[in-house]
């Protein structure tokens, strides 16, 4: 279990970008001691009874949204979830005048998700609400790098390993498009992983070595070579312009997550996934659901502790009493 001293002062999460090591453990150690919860028969607790979570999505999500949702109600909290497609952002109003509004009902917590990057800290400098990043377009999604990394964490006696330190991690698919793959290199870094990004040229940060302090593998066979970790990314064509590879079935047979390329990697070597999968496009449907390998499903789950970490956290800063 990663280890470091109980920290925890800010009064957003905006990214990984800039979390110690000590703030990451104590958010994982917070979550670990929460998820029991989850196991109740009852999974209720009164913890944030009093408190009131918006969730403001700007894009479609069912896993996030239903994940922050559960998150808040299992601990008491009142959650309203604002559906854009018929709120007055329909009618023309900017995120400020919708936030600004929202706020003066005086929520604790506002949870947003919104497809431009750098929305999340626009919001956080001009508004007193506490901001949580459920995903700002290409840039950063924070709690789904601490629920991989929570889940990594937890596979640690299986990969022979009672650390991060050196852990060769490879990060595989559309890293251009991905916030996940910039929050996971990040975070992974942090805590002292090596870290691949695997794909083809036209779906790879400009500069990604440089920007990112990771290897850089444009050969899916090298780039699986040893690792104890393969991070699968969703292909996001809702985000392509243009043609950033030649077809489906060229892709799966180039970048795809076979059982052969599995092979590849580390005989332990463990296979996460950020959701929603295509199968057969990123990752074959043997892998995606072999309970030896695939830890997809551990994700889901701890990504409910994770977002309940959170909040509580975000809550807890901001008592008076």
Same mark, same amino acid.
């Given at each position: ?63 996030? $949204?239903?994940? /922050? =949702? ?7 909290? #009142?959650?309203?979830?604002?559906? &854009? @497609?018929? *709120? ?72 022979? $390993?009672?650390? /991060? =330190? ?7 698919? #559309?890293?251009?498009?991905?916030? &996940? @793959?910039? *929050? ?138």
């Amino acid at each position: 279990m990663i280890s470091g001293h109980s920290t925890w002062n800010r009064k957003h999460l905006l990214g990984m970008e800039g979390l110690s090591r000590d703030e990451i453990s104590t958010l994982l150690e917070t979550a670990a001691s929460i998820r029991e919860i989850n196991r109740r028969e009852i999974k209720k607790v009164p913890t944030l009874r009093g408190r009131t979570v918006i969730n403001l999505f700007y894009e479609n999500s069912t896993r996030t $949204r239903t994940s /922050f =949702e559960l998150a808040g109600k299992r601990m008491s909290a #009142d959650v309203i979830n604002v559906s &854009v @497609a018929t *709120s007055s952002v329909a009618k023309g109003e900017t995120l400020y005048d919708t936030m600004a509004n929202l706020e003066a009902m005086n929520p604790d917590v506002v949870v947003v998700r919104h497809p431009q990057s750098g929305a999340n800290e626009f919001l956080a400098q001009h508004l007193d609400t506490a901001i949580v990043n459920a995903g700002d377009g290409r840039h950063e999604h924070p709690t789904q790098a601490l629920l991989d990394i929570l889940t990594i964490d937890d596979n640690l006696p299986r990969l022979g $390993r009672d650390n /991060f =330190e050196g852990m060769e991690v490879a990060i595989c698919g #559309d890293s251009l498009h991905s916030r &996940v @793959a910039r *929050s996971n290199a990040i975070a992974l870094k942090t805590l002292g992983a090596k870290v691949r990004f695997v794909g083809p040229p036209t779906l790879m940060p400009t500069r990604a070595e440089e920007a990112f302090g990771v290897k850089v593998y444009h050969d899916m066979d090298e780039g699986l070579d040893g690792v104890q970790v393969v991070m699968m990314l969703r292909l996001q064509r809702e985000r392509m312009s243009g043609g950033f590879f030649p077809s489906i079935r060229e892709y799966f047979e180039f970048w795809g997550l076979s059982r052969s390329r599995l092979a590849k990697a580390a005989p332990e070597a463990i296979v996460m996934h950020p959701g929603p999968m295509n199968r057969g496009v990123e990752i074959a449907s043997d892998v995606a659901d072999d309970p030896d390998r695939a830890v997809i499903l551990e994700q889901v789950a701890n990504g409910l502790a994770v977002r309940m970490a959170i909040l509580y956290r975000l809550c807890a800063g901001r008592r008076k009493d």
